[in-house]
Each structure stands twice: as C-alpha cells, then as structure tokens.
C-alpha cells in the first residue's frame, strides 16, 4: 500500500520504519527541512532500540523515504497519516495547530479519494475539525467532488521500546463509522494483525477518548504510588513492600506501580493536562485527575527536596553527579523530564551538576549548552569525580549494580539519592553509604 506519514517524530518516524518493514511504501514528510536533510544522509534523529537498521535498511530498500515536498507526498499516499506534535496551548489544552495545518496540506493536494488517519494525540473532537478543514478547502478549490474519511487510529507505542510497540502491539484503535475506511485499515494493519485480531473498531469520539483515558488511567498509577510512598515515609514503611505486596494480586498486577521522581516525558504531563482542559471546556470538574497532575508536580521536586535537607539548605558550589537524563530509559527524549526540574532547582541554590546518561547527552547539550554549571560527562564513573553527592533519576539498566566502593571513593562525601529505588537499603547502609530513596 502507498503510506504518506506527516511529521517525523518520534511516532511518525518509528511508524513509518515499521510499515516499510513490511512491505509498504512509506513517504514521510515533515516541515523540518535540516531533520529531513540529515536523515536523507543517514542520521536518525532519535535514539529508540532496533530503529537505526530498520530505517536504513527500508531506506535502502527503496521502501521508505524522507521529503519536504508536501504535494508529492499527499500525491503519493493511499493514506495519509497525521503524525505530527500537539504541544501544550498556554492554558495546557491540546495546541491543534500542526494537525490542522496537515489537514490544510492533504486538501490542498488531494485528487483522489483519501483516508486521513489522525495519529497524533487529539482532543475528541479533532475528527471533526480536521474533516471541516478539508471539506472547507475543496469547496474554496471547486474540488467538492473529491471523497474522503477521517479515521481516528491513536498510538500506544512507548518510547523505549517504540519499534517492538510497533510492530506487535497489543491493540489497534480504529474509529470510524465507514465501512470503507475500516477495510482500509484492516489492509494496511495486516500484517499486525495475523497472530490473534487485534484491531479494535469503535466510532471515532471513543478512539479519540481511548488514548487520554489509556493515559491518564497509567498517570494515575503513578502518582497514586508516590501518594502511598509520601505516606510510606512518613509512617516507617517501606513503600518497595508495599508495592510487592498489592502487586501479588491480579486485579493489580506489578506494572507500572513504582514509586519514582515523578512522571515525564512528553506524554503523560501534557495529556493529562489537556484532558482536563477538555472536561473543563465542558463544565465537568475532573476532581482525579486534577490530583494526578497535582501529586505529580510535587513529588518531580521531591529529590531536591531531600538534597536540599541533607545539607542543611548549603547547596551553594555544591557539586551534584547525576546518573540520567532522560526521561526514562532506552530514550534520548527529555521533554518534562524529572531531571530538568532537579537540575533547575539545584542551579537556582547555586549548585553545579556533573551529568551523564547513555543516549541523552546530545539532546542536555541541546538544551542546556549554554549553563555555565553543568558538566556534561563522558562516563557515568566521570560524572562521579569530586561530586558531593550521587543523584539517580532515571533506571537506565548500566545504573542498577554499581560499584559501590568506587562511588565512595570518588565522591566527597558517601551520599547517594535514589529516585528509581534501584538498591537494598540494608546493603547500602552495611558499605556505610548515606542512601536515600523514595518512601522507604
Ligand atoms: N512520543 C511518544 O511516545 C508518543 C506516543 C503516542 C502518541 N504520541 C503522540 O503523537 C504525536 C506526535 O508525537 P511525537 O513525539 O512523534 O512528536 P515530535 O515532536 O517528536 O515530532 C513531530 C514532528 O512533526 C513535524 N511537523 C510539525 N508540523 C508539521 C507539518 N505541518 N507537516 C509535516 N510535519 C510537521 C515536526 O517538525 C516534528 O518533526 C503527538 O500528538 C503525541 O502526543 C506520542
């Protein structure tokens, strides 16, 4: 089948590798004409495992290409998928200005019956306005003939692990009324499909709510363990117990039940913001997830906070080495990240940083090239030389069994901050390390 892909992100790019890998032809398009430039030469912008070869090789293979030439890529397409940001507005609802731009593009182009596949993560509604947007266009192109759908098709991969997500996901969202448009779909998933039906079919309002719901359900996993570790520590329980012990029932299950620095990435905070933008838009108080974002904002500053008392509020010229940068592991991706907010607040009281992280130093650079206290480091021992203190903040696999005598010897003092809860308290304390970790 012949895929138009708008927007080379992080979904854009990994869905469309993946759809080539299975033998369809894959445009992808995106206005950033360096991004497209560079990946023409064979750079890939963002780090997820498996990606590198599976774009190279479909690139090779003639099956995927990149451009910035919209009319061709709308020309090409059978499909044409909308894969592009929808960023947070100033009021946290969901900025719908990229998707509706795409809109505009695909009818200004089309001469043929389009399915245009929203996959970017849009209020409920978007359908609507993006299939007004076209009708709008062709009329003002006398084109008024020209059919299409709009179908709504959310994406669930996660960063990290976005190419398997991709290739064998665990459910397909397609919203649509049309009969035509799902035979459409179901063509073009097939190849995911063969093991077991995974395609869900459903109108597209459902689709659209399916993702923020999917969402906000995991946010609220999340802010309700920290929830119960702030209350862990404050009661003399250990919320790593806690958490084996209500994830030993199968109503609850182990998943997505650690407590942490709080959640980023460039998910979860901004839909979880604009769902509740969007209850509000419409009268409804959503009393949950209100308190999801709420917890959340709190505890992102909850490792300073216990920096910040453990040296009596002296952070002035401190040195802090921190292990990880992004926003959780196996991603490049800093957007929201607990980090950020730990960073920030130790520069504020005057504090340096020594960071390193496995695939996130380039994007650090990007971002805070120009902080005079912050070293970014090669290795994850260098980040360590002279520091005051150790600071864990993402569970990259390399940080989960260091060497404990080697810490000891290169930091100043023998404390470590754990926002992962990646160690044994007793053996920690036994290497006379000062180890603090999150509700325990
Ligand atoms: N990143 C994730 O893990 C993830 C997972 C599921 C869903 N989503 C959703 O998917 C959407 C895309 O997210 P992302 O992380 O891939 O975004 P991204 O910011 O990584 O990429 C978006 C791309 O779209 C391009 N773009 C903007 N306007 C364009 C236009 N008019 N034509 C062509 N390209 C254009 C940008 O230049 C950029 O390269 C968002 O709605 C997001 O919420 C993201």
């Known amino acids: 089948m012949k895929v138009t892909v708008f927007g080379i992100g992080y979904v854009g790019l990994v869905q469309g590798a993946v759809l080539a890998e299975v033998g369809h032809d894959v445009v992808c398009v995106d206005i950033d004409a360096e991004k497209v430039d560079r990946l023409n030469q064979g750079h890939i912008p963002i780090y997820e495992p498996g990606l590198t070869p599976l774009v190279k090789d479909n690139y090779a293979a003639g099956r995927l290409s990149f451009t910035t030439d919209v009319a061709a890529a709308v020309k090409h397409g059978e499909v044409q998928f909308i894969a592009v940001g929808t960023p947070p507005d100033d009021d946290g609802s969901a900025d719908l200005q990229y998707v509706l731009a795409v809109a505009d593009s695909i009818a200004l182009h089309m001469d043929k019956h389009q399915t245009v596949i929203d996959k970017s993560t849009v209020p409920v509604g978007t359908a609507d306005l993006v299939s007004e947007k076209i009708k709008n266009v062709l009329t003002r192109r006398g084109r008024s ?16 692990s976005a190419v398997s997500d991709c290739m064998k996901p665990d459910r397909i969202i397609v919203g649509t009324n049309s009969k035509d448009a799902e035979d459409v779909m179901r063509e ?15 109108d597209v309002r459902s689709a659209e709510l399916t993702k923020y719901a999917a969402n906000g359900m995991l946010a609220t996993k999340i802010s309700f363990m920290n929830e119960m570790a702030n209350l862990s520590e404050r009661l ?8 084996q012990g209500i994830g030993s029932d199968p109503r609850i299950g182990y998943d997505f ?38 917890r959340n904002n709190e505890q992102k500053t909850t490792l300073f906070r216990k920096i910040d008392q453990h040296f009596d509020g002296k952070l002035k010229d401190k040195a802090f080495a921190i292990w990880g940068l992004s926003f959780k592991p196996n991603t490049n991706d800093m957007r929201d990240a607990p980090s950020r907010v730990l960073m920030e607040a130790l520069w504020e009281a005057g504090a340096k940083v020594q960071a390193y992280d496995p695939e996130a130093m380039e994007e650090a ?13 090669g290795t994850k021992e260098a980040a ?33 901050f754990d926002g992962r809860n990646l160690f044994d308290l007793k053996r920690l304390a036994k290497r006379g390390i000062f180890y603090y970790s999150v509700g325990r």
């Open 145 to 160: 003939d020209l059919t299409y759908d709009v179908v709504s098709n959310p994406e669930f991969l996660k960063e990290g």
């Open 365 to 377: 650079q990007r971002l805070y090239g120009d902080q005079d206290a912050l070293a970014l480091c």
């Open 257 to 294: 039940i650690y407590a942490g620095a709080g959640y980023g990435g460039s998910c979860f905070p901004k839909d979880i913001q604009a769902l509740i933008r969007t209850a509000d838009s419409i009268g409804f108080d959503p009393k949950i997830l209100k308190a999801v974002e709420a």
């Open 188 to 202: 073009l998933y097939a190849p995911f499909n063969r093991n077991h039906e995974k395609m869900i079919v459903m």
């Open 236 to 243: 003399g329980a250990d919320i790593e117990m806690v958490r």
């Open 384 to 416: 360590l030389k002279g520091a005051d203190a150790l600071v864990i903040v993402t569970d990259w696999q390399v940080f989960k069994a260091p060497d404990f005598d080697y810490i000891k010897q290169k930091l100043k003092s023998p404390v470590v």
